[in-house]
């Protein structure tokens, strides 16, 4: 079946740097892909939906400067949190269409220390 | 207009009783209905989806049933056992590909043995 590949499962940032998450689409190509942020025992937040070859779209309350997504092929889509903070500390999933059936990645614990 | 509305928040049930979640939309435009299995530290994973021309979908354990006029779809887990344990989100997207998907809030679920 359809894998998206996340990448890493769990990172560690000193506040003010910057992270970079790596979301791949394994066995099929995924113009579009989708970046959520999940607060413990929460529902998942869509950030952005990101678009192989252009700009991605924000979700409103999303700043767009800080989560840079990038979606440079139809299997690789990157989310950079820059000058990370304390507060940016969650757990981010990325997912991909396939024929109605979204695909997640497994997630990524972002902890800013 | 976007809301999924899901309930209960958590649940508990005895091995090999039944589960049962609700779920609730609001868009009559919505015509994708899945639900997703959660771990914790995981991503969401598909566990069964439905579209509106059907009014009950089973696979294996798992049966969605579907009200259309209610706008009402739930989540039947038969002889749940405790590798169930998760957290199940329903959610609801539109027809034509790349869709966002819309969250319910999820439930949390317990099966004890």
């Known amino acids: 079946g359809a894998v998206v590949s996340q990448h890493p499962s769990r990172v560690i940032c000193k506040s003010g740097t910057s992270v970079k998450i790596e979301c791949r689409s394994l066995d099929f190509q995924a113009t579009t892909m989708f970046w959520y942020r999940q607060f413990p025992k929460q529902s998942l937040m869509l950030m952005a939906t990101s678009n192989e070859g252009s700009k991605a779209t924000y979700e409103q309350g999303v700043e767009k400067d800080k989560f840079l997504i990038n979606h440079a092929s139809l299997t690789l889509s990157t989310l950079t949190v820059t000058s990370a903070h304390p507060e940016d500390s969650s757990f981010y999933i990325c997912?991909?269409?396939?024929?109605?059936?979204?695909?997640f990645g497994s997630g990524t614990r972002l902890t800013v220390v | 207009q976007q809301q999924v509305k899901q309930s209960p928040q958590s649940l508990i049930v005895q091995k090999g009783g039944i589960s049962i979640i609700n779920c609730a939309y609001e868009?009559?435009?919505?015509?994708?209905f899945p639900w997703y299995q959660q771990f914790p530290g995981k991503g969401p994973a598909l566990l069964i989806a439905?579209?509106?021309?059907?009014s009950e979908k089973k696979e294996g354990r798992f049966t969605i049933s579907f009200n259309k006029s209610a706008k009402q779809f739930s989540l039947h887990i038969m002889d749940s056992q405790p590798g169930d344990s998760a957290t199940y989100f329903c959610?609801?997207?539109?027809?034509?590909?790349?869709?966002?998907?819309?969250f319910g809030t999820g439930t949390k679920l317990q099966v004890i043995p």
């Open positions: 868009n009559t435009a919505f015509d994708y």
């Open positions: 959610a609801a997207s539109k027809r034509g590909g790349y869709q966002k998907v819309t």
């Open positions: 997912s991909a269409d396939r024929d109605y059936g979204y695909t």
């Open positions: 439905i579209r509106p021309d059907v």
